[in-house]
């Protein structure tokens, strides 16, 4: 398996446990990451924090995901396979532990199952267009 074809969703979860076992960082999710003060119309700041850092980050990741599923050539049921698996071990690691039972986290898993299943269901499309039945 090339470093290429690991699920993104993986880099994602090191990365969150990076920041969670980060001792620099007091509070890292509540952490401003950008701030826009007076960049909007109505003159109100807009924050954003690592927690929205992480779920922005999650979406980019869920859009690459789909776009290597659905371009692929070679069909390798190897990665969706192991996007199921990082999404139990998001599923596993939500429920068990404390740091990650929080809304951020939860979006992750659900992005996570998306990605496996969504994965699956494009190998399967593709894989019913290339069978011919009847001839």
């Not at 509070?27 to 960049?39: E, G, M, Q, S, W």
């Not at 692929?72 to 740091?99: D, G, H, P, Q, R």
Request: glycine share 4%; proline share 1%.
């Amino acid at each position: 398996m090339r470093l290429l074809s690991i699920t993104t969703f993986f880099w994602v979860l090191l990365g969150y446990l990076l920041v969670v076992y980060s001792d620099k960082i007091p509070a890292p999710f509540k952490t401003k990451v950008l701030d826009f003060n007076y960049v909007l119309y109505t003159h109100k700041t807009l924050q954003i924090t690592v927690d929205n850092a992480f779920i922005y980050v999650g979406l980019f990741c869920l859009l690459i995901e789909i776009y290597k599923a659905a371009t692929t050539k070679n069909f390798n049921s190897l990665e969706s396979l192991f996007s199921i698996v990082v999404a139990i071990i998001y599923l596993i690691l939500f429920i068990t532990t404390k740091f990650a039972h929080n809304s951020t986290f939860l979006m992750l898993t659900v992005m996570a199952f998306i990605d496996g299943l969504g994965g699956f269901i494009i190998e399967l499309n593709a894989a019913h267009r290339d069978v011919i039945f009847g001839k």
